[in-house]
């Protein structure tokens, strides 16, 4: 058994699979993994109570959980998580994009749901510590990358619901993957959920919380009945303001050329604050694209689409990145965006930034940092 000790403090246990798949049944995996169906050979375990704080970090062999079958998690939902992503850069490096941002953001969503936070630093040396036995899993091909899903969830045994739990597992798995949608970088159409709602204010939309993503696939499936790829929420007061492609946040793209500028739905609590939107929000300005951050009703994105004057719309999100909408359907009828292709300003954003955490572009603002 080997250690390692994050800048946080707390040692890792390195105990290392006796199981590791052979550098030909990786090769094999990695060639087309898909989204979220293959996992690496290792994952990181956490745990913690009340009173003593985190403890016992492993790096340890990719296996089952077991927990007892009164655990808080399965009675009550108590669970977070987080995604981003480890890049294979040019001159052999591993990076991630940003994972701050992403430690920031679980920090914010155990805030929300009553759980512990995670000091960065512990975060990202859970990443680091992970890399240092699966870095051979971050593949090479375009568009292909190592997703991280770190989640953290409840473990009390026990019924009562007077009082969150006092202990918690944080867990990190990884996930070889290809691009999100299959068929490359092609429009989607979505969907305007009308029947159901995603979240309200007060309530936990602005958390990475996993009843978040429970709650919404009814109204995916509702979607898929309507011939859409995505369903796209609407407020939970009106029902008429635009707020989230699944679980990605939107861009409006008006104009174009020299005159082109970007509206994105304000954080109003009831949205995740996607570290992806905030990255566009600084990008976007710096190629002359001015951005608002406002509102945009479902009778404006009709009628600026069907006028001219919207050009374009994309969805961004750690998982597919920037994806284009290209057609919009609601019980009302449907309309497409612009001539139904990719758009340059949605292209150019895309490029910016995926160049930025492959690293064949440079990053200006600090966001890439290397794990290994």
């Known amino acids: 058994m080997n250690s390692s000790t994050t800048k946080s403090g707390l040692t890792f246990d390195i105990q290392p699979s006796d199981q590791r798949r052979t550098p030909q049944e990786r090769a094999a995996l990695l060639d087309n993994p898909g989204f979220g169906n293959v996992f690496t050979d290792h994952m990181?375990?956490?745990?913690?109570?009340?009173?003593?704080?985190?403890?016992?970090?492993?790096?340890?062999?990719?296996?089952?959980?077991?927990?007892?079958?009164?655990?808080?998690?399965?009675?009550y939902a108590q669970e977070i998580f987080e995604g981003l992503k480890a890049y294979r850069h040019p001159d052999g490096?591993?990076?991630?994009?940003?994972?701050e941002a992403n430690a920031a953001r679980m920090n914010r969503s155990a805030r929300r749901m009553a759980m512990p936070e995670l000091d960065e630093e512990l975060f990202t040396g859970a990443i680091e510590a992970l890399l240092g036995q699966d870095a051979d899993w971050v593949p090479s091909q375009e568009?292909?990358?190592?997703?991280?899903?770190?989640f953290m969830f409840a473990t009390d045994v026990g019924l009562g619901v007077n009082h969150p739990s006092r202990s918690y597992m944080f867990v990190l798995i990884a996930s070889p993957s290809g691009p999100?949608?299959?068929?490359?970088?092609?429009?989607?159409?979505?969907?305007?959920?009308?029947?159901?709602t995603r979240a309200a204010p007060g309530g936990t939309g602005e958390a990475k919380f996993a009843g978040n993503y429970a709650a919404s696939f009814v109204a995916q499936a509702q979607a898929l009945e309507q011939g859409c790829d995505q369903v796209v929420w609407l407020?939970?007061?009106?029902?008429?303001?635009?707020?989230?492609?699944?679980?990605?946040?939107?861009?409006f793209v008006f104009g174009s050329g020299d005159g082109a500028r970007l509206r994105t739905p304000a954080l109003t609590g009831t949205l995740l604050p996607g570290v992806t939107r905030d990255s566009l929000l600084t990008l976007a300005p710096e190629f002359g694209i001015p951005v608002e951050e406002g509102r945009i009703s479902t009778d404006e994105w009709r009628s600026a689409a069907e006028s001219g004057e919207l050009t374009e719309v994309?969805?961004?999100?750690?998982?597919?990145?920037?994806?284009?909408?290209?057609?919009?359907?609601s019980s009302h009828g449907e309309f497409r965006i612009g001539d139904g292709t990719p758009g340059p300003v949605t292209m150019r954003l895309r490029e910016e930034l995926v160049g930025i955490q492959y690293g064949s572009r440079p990053d200006t603002h600090g966001w890439i940092r290397d794990m290994v």
């Open 143 to 150: 568009d292909s990358s190592l997703y991280l899903r770190p």
């Open 93 to 99: 490096t591993i990076a991630c994009f940003r994972p």
């Open 44 to 75: 990181v375990t956490i745990r913690y109570t009340e009173g003593k704080g985190w403890y016992d970090a492993r790096v340890e062999p990719y296996a089952p959980l077991s927990f007892d079958p009164a655990s808080a998690n399965l009675h």
């Open 314 to 329: 994309f969805a961004c999100g750690t998982a597919a990145v920037i994806t284009p909408v290209g057609y919009v359907k």
């Open 235 to 251: 407020d939970g007061v009106e029902h008429r303001w635009v707020e989230e492609m699944g679980g990605m946040n939107l861009f």
């Open 180 to 196: 999100y949608f299959s068929g490359g970088i092609k429009p989607v159409s979505v969907w305007l959920s009308e029947d159901y």
